[in-house]
């Protein structure tokens, strides 16, 4: 890495290779900026949707919003992280990828900072062609905006756990704030993806009373043992929507869930989803991040079954200061730091990419710097 | 009307004329059974759903689930109606079509009791072939079960306010407890049918800010307004989903409205509204009560607006306990009462429920007495 | 233990000795009644205040109303307990306490049966003079009213972990489900009763980040530690109401408990509680069941820390049903079990309570057989 | 009023009279800061208790947080107002009395605003003896810090309205957010005073079936009847806490009210509020706002009965938006307005504050300017 020049993994056209680029390294970082080296970047399935352009976003565009790394450099001299301690040079750090405007309807009126109008998302939403550039973590360096809800990340605390658990873990935090697993529920998570596990997580700690969760690859199901499920259903054996369906039924008594988690993305788990719900139940549609079209679906279960029903989008910077309290217990930081199966230097980004794509990894990382300290 | 046979209107086969049937009077009523002669049953749209077989019954049935009559015998001496009122023959009567067993897992564990798997209704779930047939408003006499929740109508209650808010208006009761307005709430309200009206009168009276309704027939949104309503959306005039939802956009600074209120029951009305929703905001699905088959839906949205949904069935007999309170205020009974617009007896059974089906009407009734004293 | 007759102990004046006192065992077993041969009776803290004349009662009356027994004799054939499982003689069986009418003010209208007008409980509000006598647990045979919430204990719950976790557990569940824990909630509990145990372990179990417990006997400190606790503080050590807010505000960042429990049973439990919690936070005063007189308080604090408190009295049977469900998890049966310091005869009734009274006990037993098999 | 000085009314003793002062006027506004000319303040039952000394407060201090003023000057150009218009000079403005940081645990962990470690109030928390003085409503001007939530106010809303429902209006705009009238709800408000006026008004609006309120003055309690109350207790014909108890159960059916609002601010008023309560209902503790002492309370009752409480502190700036879309309506911008019963100049600013003092007022104005012109 040069003092001068940092590097970056730039989209160019969707679903075409990303290409290496250099920018010049800011010299002067502004009041309340901070320059940021990163350490690791984590590879989320929304980069592969905003790849395949899915997500409407400016291009081109340095991916990566899952992001660890050192300061360099703090502009204005001494700051606090989000939690009031103080920040110097070297301290390892993450942030909340986005920020928001705070004055706009949703961030004012209706305290829903997730659908800010101005919201900007680090490694989504920043335009490569404006300076300073590097607003991303598939890069060497990243320039934060002041304002950024910036976290020192606690000594006990890994940065491949933090990476590992990613956006998802802070995502299910959200989601299930606002559809909260009740003590004793019986709980089925559609997905075993870094959001599923993590709601398997979440559901666990909150005292559910089963865990059932549905999924893919193998050894992510045996994983989702690991986080707390108390049951698994490959999606591979029970290849339909109603043999998965009726094994739902076999572990509830024949009602179904108090507390379904879609945690898949794709829309047929959504019908699907209801149709897991016990009557009076609650579903929880975590996972719809992208806009993958329509599906088929019959609204009539909604009145008929009673059900409660929730969206969530992204998170706020409290959930990150949770996400990091979890992390502090050896347990959790251990599971999530299994999650990493891949890692790759910033010249190998497409490949880190094409390796999530592929759905059979964990958490591929990106290491601009060739390695994680710790 | 013979004291020993009493005439009824049954539904033989699906989308064929009701035949007028006679069975003989019930000349023994049991501990805890009244008998009732009928003096209205409204036509609700349900039964028209019925008649097209949309929904699972036995038959041959006879209709009729919103019925207001007079006790002609009580079983087994004095007796209390649902309230602690002293019932007595003569006395005018309504009663909460459903009974639950009481001791089933939704009943017991789950409180939804609406989705008792033991759950009967008068007018839908008893066969008609067997005895003592009489389980249905559209007949001379109905034999209530013992246990039925009986309410004796207050004086100041006339029989077609209470028939002509019929089951609306206790299912747009129920369903609002679920998913309550909320003081200066922006409301809109899809549909101007039965629970559409009630629904407009509950947001009106619960504090929205803004009562937005969207339906049909001209004469059925200027009652709206008169329902509460502060606009009102022709969807002859605005004929496509994009008008319908430009039109809300400009009325609520064109972020949409706080809570939506389904009450069409065609499925297409769920995505329409779900567009119709601001971010963070509510949808109650109120209105899918036939199974009307699929729609093309995007779930998408539930996670990026960040959506609240709920449904709701039926309702409870304390949802009648409230709609009499409320009828009991002479601006609502008036407004009921006018929600009727055609009166039949019952060898024109027919008739009033393709006057239903038609949708131009407001409230039909079956007088099978030929008239209403009040 | 005669055939023909039952022997009981009866409170006849209020702090004096309980008396011995034989009644005929009915003969005939109503339709719906169960005949009932008691195998052990748990001393409650309520039994206590009973004793001391501190909740309005009718005298004489026989105690008890945690209790487990085996089925003597079923009236009209068979019979299905609360979750539909059959029941049959010699079935081991236990019941909620109370019975509601299920028709007043608060049964229907309010949704809130625990305060029933006419809710009469075993142990509590039979008096002895009425026949059949036999309505309480401190006796060796107990008669259950037609409509009680009767549950067959599993197999592998055994009796003195019923009898061990007692209404504490019921009560604390029900309070729990009104004021619930949130996932990484910081939790203070007050009380290391029985009803303070079984809400450390529902904190725990809910996903408290943080669960502190404040008590008096080490050993039952010792217990709140494997239940869940992640720190105790003992009211010897910290004997005055300053030393122990300080000790919650070093643990709370000085800011106080997301929520308290409050399970001690005296009024000046609550003053200090409302000063433990975080500004913005819940109180739930659990434990007040007797009217122990007036505290001075200063309710400024309620509208200056911006709090949420709640009440909850009793419980309801659905809450038995997730109290065995608890006990079947060998963990929580064997903590329960252990709760069990002492057995007496029922000839000791009095020395059972004064065991009870003294404080110092975990939970005394009257076992009347003179031992529990399981 | 002279331009280069601007007058103000100094509390520099507790208990003891104002006294007028001169300060220089700002002759540079700083970027983001705002001058206004002062024409109305509002003094506030909470005034009182601060010239009492019951609030902890920096003294010398000048008093004033209800107010309404045009723009005299603004720091660095073009602003918007907190909903997003532009502001300037010349434009009737008002804000929400109190600032926060933004960063604290409050703010940021826990979404509780009203209760951050920071938090600054115009006319409370601003020490006189601090440069630039000029930061409360008993002045010829004011100067807004940056970062204040100014609203500019609507044509169709009179000023006089504005500061005659003042923070009792917001107050409890707030409070019954955190515990919300339901449809139908009975409900009971104690005291009739600015914030127990706005709370039968939030109350009536909400769809209460009954507002019952208590309350002293006459012509107090026939204002709360042009409210919405639909009965008045006069605390001096029902002289009694039995007395008054009695009233509401005839009202009630015996049972008490579902929600009580809590609008006196005397500690006695929260033990007898808990009676007038149903078992399982509401009480909202709103008007505790000075540490007046303790009260001797029987916390029995929040068991026994079931109760939710709750307290709220304050409030946001969005609830100014709402209070200015309330006044904006002909009907509440009247019948606020109706509660300016005396209005002072400046100088007269002690006799203004004794008026509201001897509780027999409405409520009372200073008016710097001599008048408000609309």
Known sequence: ???????????????????????????????????????????????????????????????????????????????????????????????????????????????????????RAYGISYCDDDAPHLR???????????????????????????????????????????????????????????????????????????????????????QALAFGATEVISINEENTVEARRQRVMDSTGGFGADLVIECVGHPTAVPEGVELCRDGGAYLVLGQYADAGNVSFNPHAITRKQLRLAGSWGFEPRHVDRALRLLEQPKYKQLFERQVTHRFPLDQANEALQTVRGLQSGKALILPGGRVER
């Open 136 to 222: 991303a973590g598939y890069a060497e360096r990243i320039l934060l905006r002041a304002g950024t809800a910036i976290f020192r990340v606690p000594d006990a605390v890994s940065s491949e756990s933090v990476v590992g658990s990613g956006c998802g873990l802070t995502t299910a935090l959200h989601g299930l704030e606002r559809m909260p697993v009740m003590l004793d529920d019986i709980v089925v998570v559609q997905g075993v993806g870094p959001v599923g596990m993590a709601a398997v997580a979440i559901a666990h700690r909150s005292g559910a009373s089963k865990v059932i969760a549905i999924g893919g690859p193998a050894h992510r199901l045996e």
């Open 1 to 119: 890495m040069s003092e001068s020049g940092s590097r970056a993994a730039v989209l160019v056209r969707f679903q075409e290779p990303l290409e290496i680029r250099e920018y010049p390294t800011p010299r002067e970082v502004g009041p309340g900026e901070v320059l940021v080296r990163v350490d690791a970047a984590g590879i989320c399935g929304t980069d592969v949707h905003l790849w395949l352009g899915q997500l409407k976003i400016p291009i081109p565009v340095i991916l990566g919003h899952e992001t660890v790394g050192r300061i360099e450099a703090l502009g204005g001299g001494p700051m606090l992280d989000w939690r009031g301690a103080p920040l110097t040079e070297g301290d390892r750090v993450t942030w909340a990828s986005s920020m928001v405007c705070g004055e706009c309807y949703y961030c004012r009126l209706k305290r829903q900072p997730t659908r800010c109008v101005g919201r």
